[in-house]
């Protein structure tokens, strides 16, 4: 059905690739991938390699969870998430752990670093157990995520990543799932929305920098069965969660055992990496142009703001493998309301609404057909309740100075 999906929708140019993977973390079996060997930037999802590397020290007896690590010099410059410790200052390895993978702190994994060896040794392990894990379009430059151009990875080799760590430290998987970590009297909560939304939930990592989008790696448990979902480029936290979750309930919903292809097998793609910083920092999300409204429609649910809109759509778009990026997709405002949005595509042909539809709903997503009487009467409204943009209104963007700038 998604070849169908593909191979029809193809009435726009195609939007912007948004890698993604989904597969059993006990087989490698994968359930849907689109363009899983693309290189991107991993941004904070590189602490799953930090954390790899912890967990074999404390295998081997180097560190004790409650092993006190310095903060090295220069710790204090380092931008957020962080927990903002001095220079000089100890921490144990089970808080900086905890502190790195919850709520992704920064200077938590620089100190991790410097406690094994000084970063520079640190990183060169990074890309030698990379090499032996298989991640073969993967470089590290950093151990915590921090834009740099040259650190790179694709949805594959995060993928290997994550089974590594599920298979070779089952007994670390508490510091995926916890809700929380506790610095001092303060309760940081887990940067993974999922974890809050989804009850079979159970890890594993978000990741963020504007040339990246937000990133994800999410695992969940449903009847002694693992998937692990990953995401990269997703315009906001919300949609990530919900494609994210969205992937999952798909697989849970497919039998075991069903789909050929293996995690290793997927081939590497010599584009990329995108760079995301105008589109996700620079570009808030916009209403479409009612007036753009032809051919045949399909809503994807009405809903409060332009951010769960966006994540409709976006939850839409992971389950078709990709397929929405080949239409034209976005937000209409909802008549006689000033904060719901409709998530809808349109310009298609009444054949292609069916199909994507009936897909849809087999899923138990919601999705209904739009007329093309329908879109005309929605490009009347809008017209009728056009009103002028107020003069030197501003938009805010995000900068490095923000809490989530190097999530």
Not at 124 to 140: E, I, K, P, V
Not at 310 to 318: F, N, T
Not at 329 to 358: N, Y
Request: with cysteine; charged share 20%; proline share 7%.
């Amino acid at each position: 059905m998604l070849v169908v999906l593909a191979m029809a929708m193809t009435l726009a140019p195609p939007a912007q690739s948004r890698p993604l993977l989904l597969f059993d973390a006990a087989t490698g079996e994968v359930i849907l991938e689109h363009e899983a060997g693309e290189r991107w930037y991993p941004a904070s999802l590189t602490k799953l390699m930090t954390a790899y590397l912890t967990f074999e020290a404390l295998g081997a007896g180097r560190l004790k969870p409650s092993t006190l690590i310095r903060a090295p010099p220069g710790v204090e410059k380092i931008p957020p998430s962080k927990l903002g410790v001095k220079p000089g200052s100890t921490v144990s390895v089970e808080l900086a752990l905890k502190a790195m993978l919850v709520h992704s702190a920064n200077d938590m994994a620089l100190t991790l670093a410097e406690a094994q060896g000084g970063q520079a040794a640190f990183v060169a392990r990074m890309n030698q157990t990379a090499q032996r894990l298989g991640m073969s379009s993967t470089r590290f430059a950093n151990p915590h995520g921090l834009f740099d151009a040259t650190q790179i990875s694709t949805a594959r080799d995060l993928g290997l990543l994550a089974s590594a760590i599920l298979k070779q430290f089952p007994q670390h998987q508490r510091y995926f799932a916890a809700p929380f970590v506790e610095v001092g009297k303060k309760k940081l909560r887990n940067r993974n929305l999922l974890l809050r939304q989804m009850k079979d939930a159970d890890g594993m990592k978000t990741g963020f920098v504007c040339p990246s989008g937000f990133n994800l790696v999410a695992t969940a448990s449903r009847n002694g069965r693992r998937l692990v979902a990953v995401l990269l480029g997703q315009r906001t936290a919300v949609g990530r969660a919900d494609a994210a979750q969205a992937l999952l309930e798909l697989g849970f919903a497919t039998a075991p055992g069903s789909r050929p292809q293996r995690l290793v097998a997927i081939a590497p793609v010599a584009s990329g990496p995108e760079n995301l910083r105008e589109a996700v920092c620079e570009t808030p999300v916009k209403p479409a142009d009612p007036m753009q409204l032809t051919g045949w429609g399909v809503s994807f649910g009405r809903y409060k703001g332009v951010v769960k809109s966006e994540a409709a759509i976006a939850s839409s778009a992971a389950v078709t493998g990709g397929a929405l990026e080949k239409i034209r997709t976005g937000l209409v405002r909802a008549p006689q309301s000033k904060t719901d949005f409709l998530a809808i595509a349109w310009g298609l042909e009444q054949q292609h609404t069916a199909q994507l539809c009936g897909y849809l709903k087999a899923l138990n997503r919601y999705c209904e057909p739009i007329t093309p009487e329908s879109l005309s009467a929605l490009r009347a409204l809008a017209a009728r309740d056009a009103k002028p943009e107020p003069a030197g209104g501003k938009q805010r963007r995000r900068t490095a100075a923000d809490p989530e700038a190097g999530e």
